[in-house]
């Protein structure tokens, strides 16, 4: 089944913890992406990856590192999480991020670090 | 100001109503435009892309309109299995670049 998954789904942590959430798809995907989502805000992109060893960031990339080895896995890694990354977390694949490729969503991480 | 902006609704129609969203955008983020729909908190799943002619899909139906810089969602016949939040997307003159409105609420009542 082509899928995006996500682990963990849920994760409760404390500030300045180091944490990575993992992402894997198996669908041969070009594009990754990572969001979060939060209230009134909506899904905003934090970095992305356009293949193997290429990444640039998004609108919202302070506090958050990614890692793109393998074109199948796009970890992302939070080295000091703070309170403020409490949030809804996405990652997205697409083909070859070009035209209006549809992006498939893995199920989301829920954080919250207090 | 926000690339993409929606109306956060909720928009409460009866079953077999047909609501219309709009959303807006700007300049950065203006090169295609799609509709996701998503499931209370679950992941957001393509609805539609929107080409520049306007394109229907089912009951669904996206326009665009460069000159005034918005998109539209048009559902006619609403279900209630159509009850969820819509989201408008956009991609920016960097291709990789996504802008995600916050989404409109639409609730579909017996």
């Known amino acids: 089944e082509a899928q995006v998954t996500q682990n963990p789904r849920y994760l409760i942590t404390v500030t300045g913890k180091k944490l990575t959430v993992t992402c894997s798809q198996n669908m041969n995907h070009e594009y990754m992406s990572w969001y979060r989502q939060d209230p009134g805000l909506g899904l905003r992109q934090i970095y992305y990856?356009?293949?193997?060893?290429?990444?640039d960031k998004g609108d919202v990339p302070e506090g958050y590192k990614v890692s793109r080895k393998e074109k199948r896995n796009f970890p992302l890694i939070l080295e000091s999480p703070s309170p403020n990354q409490t949030s809804l977390y996405f990652c997205?694949?697409?083909?070859?991020?070009?035209?209006?490729?549809?992006?498939?969503f893995g199920p989301g991480t829920r954080l919250t670090v207090l | 100001r926000k690339e993409v902006e929606q109306d956060p609704g909720p928009f409460n129609v009866p079953e077999g109503a047909t609501v219309a969203f709009n959303c807006t955008y700007s300049?950065?983020?203006?090169?295609?435009f799609f509709w996701y729909r998503q499931d209370c908190r679950k992941e957001p799943k393509l609805l539609m892309s929107?080409?520049?002619s306007g394109n229907e899909d089912g009951r669904f139906t996206a326009q665009l309109n460069r000159a005034s810089q918005y998109i539209s969602l048009l559902i006619r016949d609403s279900k209630l299995s159509d009850s969820a939040t819509y989201l408008c997307?956009?991609?920016?003159?960097?291709?990789?670049?996504?802008?995600f409105g916050s989404g409109t609420k639409l609730n579909v009542k017996p």
């Open positions: 997307v956009a991609r920016g003159y960097n291709f990789n670049k996504f802008y």
């Open positions: 300049n950065s983020a203006s090169q295609s």
């Open positions: 929107v080409y520049s």
């Open positions: 990856s356009m293949n193997v060893e290429v990444t």
């Open positions: 997205a694949s697409s083909l070859a991020g070009f035209g209006t490729d549809t992006q498939y």
